[in-house]
């Protein structure tokens, strides 16, 4: 693995049903991000991380929760899928959050589409 | 609340053309400004970073200024290739990073 990897790529979902979204970062970088992009809206924070153990809600988190078990795992789970959740899921990782300057790095994506 | 605004939101030349993309944000307290290139259904892949406290980062044909007092950043692409056509999206980056909507950059051989 290099970089970061997210799970599945795609996925079609029936709404109502719970779905886990996987992302793995081998960089042991200290942060780590879920952005959704969407049409017109471009890229918006979902949740955040700065450190394993540690997590924050950006801009939209509602109806989606994290958790950061270890450094390398960061898990954005949809309790219950609604069709608003279609989207883009972009996951990012970024070293040393504690000093607020550095880079951030994506992962490929996945499209989710609730149906 | 932070706003990116991306000018214009899409451009098309010829190529070998020197280009200027803009953004702009409302509030300055921004720790860095990051550009990225998306291509179509895939990931964004980073360009530059230009730090709050640095005016200018350089990468090949490709330069990003920052005016964090004016809430500016500048991505200037010299000589551009077709291979240069992408979505270019700015960020600001406080706590996660808030993006403006993008330039689809379309350069034509």
């Known amino acids: 693995i290099a970089g970061i990897t997210q799970a599945p790529t795609s996925q079609i979902l029936a709404a109502g049903r719970r779905m886990t979204l996987r992302c793995t970062q081998d960089?042991?970088?200290?942060?780590m991000y879920w952005y959704r992009q969407d049409l017109g809206l471009g890229l918006r924070l979902i949740h955040y991380?700065?450190?394993?153990?540690?997590?924050g809600k950006g801009e939209v988190p509602d109806g989606y929760s994290v958790s950061r078990a270890n450094t390398d795992d960061f898990p954005l789970t949809l309790a219950s899928a609604v069709p608003s959740q279609t989207s883009v899921y972009f996951c990012?990782?970024?070293?040393?959050?504690?000093?607020?300057?550095?880079?951030?790095?994506f992962g490929p994506g996945t499209r989710l589409t609730v149906l | 609340k932070q706003e990116v605004t991306q000018i214009p939101a899409a451009l098309s030349v010829p190529e070998g053309e020197n280009l200027v993309l803009n953004c702009s944000f409302t509030d300055s307290a921004i720790y860095n400004l990051q550009w990225f290139r998306q291509d179509p259904g895939k990931g964004l892949t980073s360009l530059l970073l230009i730090q709050s406290s640095q005016r200018e980062q350089t990468s090949g044909r490709l330069n990003a200024s920052l005016d964090k007092s004016s809430g500016r950043s500048t991505l200037y692409i010299a000589a551009s290739q077709p291979g240069d056509s992408a979505t270019y999206l700015c960020?600001?980056?406080?706590?996660?990073?808030?993006f403006g909507e993008g330039t689809q950059l379309t350069v034509n051989p």
């Open positions: 960020a600001v980056r406080l706590l996660g990073l808030t």
């Open positions: 990012a990782s970024s070293p040393l959050e504690g000093l607020g300057y550095n880079e951030q790095f």
């Open positions: 991380s700065n450190t394993a153990g540690t997590t």
């Open positions: 960089m042991r970088h200290n942060a």
